[in-house]
């Protein structure tokens, strides 16, 4: 979020100056670091978490992934847009074509399954999804869904072969490479935050240089949180009313990765199925083709993990204990009494084995063998606790942008910060922080001419023609066809 907010709007108006800082001594090796995501360019297609299964049997309802679909366009439109003028270069290195699956199994989540379909391939955005019951047909999309199952099995699969996988920490890299190159901008890394205060209208900002000691204070008229799970300290130094109540709840996170050639080589997909009982939605399974360095990788999970730290580099044992204000003391307390389930998964998840793991993946790949899986760290996440109505706390798993009263300051909220949606989120905080940027007839064609996408609704099927032309050309560019 950080890194597309800084390059958009120095796109929009290059007389802005604007100054980065990372605590970490690397850029973006926090939740953008490519291990420490699935990489899915999220556009709807397979993450059936998007689209509940309705509890009286009616059909499902498909709005949010049509929805989520035209978002992630807008952010592929700007990446194409920073390919072509230069901004970045070898999309190779950030996004790959990666066919798309859903899979289940059981009479249940087959019906699920096909009801799901129904209304997806009834829309000009999903027109070429594919849905099937036939273990040969699966096993033509993804071999190792199907070899060692039982052929009696009843499973069903939807393929669509649009997808993408993303390093969005080789993507942040390039566009905060770009952005300090560009005239009154730089990015520090090895800065932390230590002091944020208001100062008039804006904000005055003392960083860090870890390595030396040495800080430094700027004054800048607007600040961007994108700190992920280090968001929450920052808005409680600043003293934020907005923030008031605001708790965060850290879950650390492992993958199960396979390095070995021959498996890698078989299977050329992102495979999600359901999640498990009292998992968030956050932890849905999956087993996933990953495009890193320039080396493929399988990756299979996610399996949570206790900690209280929010951030893996810098971060602290610390980092919850001292997150608990007399202001978010009650919230934090309501989300333990009510959401007992999470507390029970995330214990757990904590004491598998690899036994318990390879049980896990057995579903989605019959056939696997623990000896040619490791387990690696995936990072944290800090699921944002907010008071609802002034009376109970709910645990939000989605992405959420907090803006202060007088629009001076926005932070990004929640443990699945938008990645694949992050232009469309940009957008959001430049409407209500920059709105002469977007404005009027001159804001809408400076949009247009780089997120060619925005400000018309292709949802609508008299649009369908015009928005696979856009899209066409924008994959070309970024080398996806």
């Known amino acids: 979020m950080s890194a597309n907010l800084g390059a958009l709007l120095k796109r929009l108006d290059p007389k802005l100056r604007i100054q980065v800082y990372e605590a970490a001594p690397e850029l973006a090796f926090e939740s953008s670091n490519g291990w420490n995501n699935a990489g899915t360019g999220h556009a709807g297609i397979c993450e059936v978490s998007y689209t509940p299964k309705p509890a009286d049997g009616s059909p ?55 009801s799901r379909y129904d209304g997806m391939k009834a829309h000009h955005f999903f027109a070429s999804m594919e849905f099937t019951t036939d273990h040969a047909k ?12 039982d052929p009696g099995q009843l499973i069903a699969a939807t393929k669509m072969d649009g997808g993408t996988d993303i390093n969005f920490g080789a993507l942040c890299r390039k566009l905060l490479t770009w952005l300090a190159n560009q005239d009154g901008c730089a990015v520090a890394a090895g800065n932390k935050v ?50 008031k109540g605001l708790g965060g709840f850290p879950i650390g996170g492992h993958w199960l990765v396979c390095d070995d050639p021959a498996i890698v080589a078989r299977h050329q997909a992102k495979v999600y199925g359901q999640n498990l009982p009292e998992a968030p939605t956050m932890a849905v399974p999956h087993l996933d083709t990953r495009i890193l360095d320039g080396k493929k990788t399988l990756l299979f999970g996610p399996f949570a993990a206790w900690t209280t730290r929010f951030l893996h580099r810098t971060g602290s044992w610390t980092d919850l204990p001292c997150s608990v204000k007399p202001h978010n003391l009650m919230t934090l307390l309501k989300i333990a009494a009510t959401n007992f389930p999470l507390v029970k998964y995330l214990l757990q998840q904590g004491t598998q084995s690899m036994v318990d793991r390879m049980r896990v993946m057995h579903i989605f790949y019959p056939n696997a063998q623990a000896k040619d899986w490791k387990l690696v760290d995936g990072g944290i996440r800090v699921q944002a606790i907010k008071k ?44 209500t922080s920059f709105p ?19 400000g018309t609704d292709y949802r609508k099927p008299e649009n369908a023609a015009r928005f696979n032309e856009l899209a066409t050309v924008a994959r070309k560019k970024l080398k996806l066809i």
């Open 60 to 114: 499902v309802k498909v709005q949010k992934v049509i929805d989520i679909f035209q978002e992630f366009e807008q952010t592929l439109q700007f990446w194409a847009h920073a390919v072509e003028t230069g901004m970045i270069d070898n999309p190779k290195e950030f996004i790959n074509p990666v066919q798309h699956i859903s899979f289940v199994d059981g009479e249940d989540q087959v019906k699920f399954l096909k």
């Open 138 to 149: 699966v096993g033509s999309w993804a071999p190792l869904l199907t070899e060692g199952r």
């Open 194 to 243: 230590v002091g944020l205060t208001k100062a008039g209208s804006g904000w005055s900002v003392t960083a860090r240089e870890l390595k030396t000691g040495q800080e430094r204070t700027v004054n800048a008229k607007f600040v961007f949180v994108g700190a992920g799970g280090g968001s929450l300290p920052l808005l409680q130094m600043a003293g934020l009313p907005e923030a």
């Open 388 to 431: 609802t109505d002034g009376e109970a706390g709910i645990v939000h798993f989605g992405t959420e942008v907090l803006t202060s009263a007088d629009k001076s300051m926005s932070a990004l909220l929640g443990a699945s910060p938008g990645a694949s949606v992050c232009v469309n989120i940009t957008m959001e905080v430049l409407k």
């Open 436 to 454: 002469h940027l977007v404005s009027g007839e001159e804001g809408k064609k400076r949009i247009e001419a780089i997120i060619p996408t925005y």
